[in-house]
């Protein structure tokens, strides 16, 4: 969760940036439009990242893996919207990317856990008395 709450103040801090970028007079049309598309893509991630919070709060990990895939893909059309990779948003979209990685890994471990003990993800498992057996012995 923390690292979903820092991509989103990320997601945050690029978007204050694209916001203000698409308001200088001496930009170019076209990075002008980059910028807007990526605004768009931007309020999609943001959106992305509280659905993957609402989905990991409800103990849905999968359906967390999901929205942050979506919210990695709109960072990515961001960036293929915006020429050039030394601009801010490019270098800040790369923080980005690294803490919805770090979410992603972590979410699919858990659900890897869940699943090799033998419940659905996000259900709790109480140990039987099988498991306990060979430690009493």
Do not use: H, Y
């Amino acid at each position: 969760m923390i690292s979903l709450k820092v991509a989103s103040a990320n997601a945050t801090g690029i978007l204050t940036e694209v916001k203000l970028m698409i308001n200088d007079p001496d930009l170019n049309p076209g990075i002008q439009q980059g910028l807007a598309d990526c605004k768009a893509t931007l309020l999609d991630a943001e959106s992305q990242l509280e659905d993957t919070m609402a989905a990991l709060l409800s103990k849905s990990k999968q359906d967390a893996q999901v929205w942050l895939k979506a919210a990695l893909a709109a960072i990515d059309t961001c960036d293929a919207s915006i020429p050039g990779d030394d601009d801010i948003i490019s270098k800040q979209s790369v923080v980005f990317r690294q803490l919805c990685e770090i979410a992603v890994a972590i979410s699919k471990a858990m659900t890897k856990d869940s699943q090799a003990l033998g419940q659905a993800p996000g259900q709790a498992q109480v140990p039987s008395q099988q498991t306990f057996r060979p430690l009493l012995n």
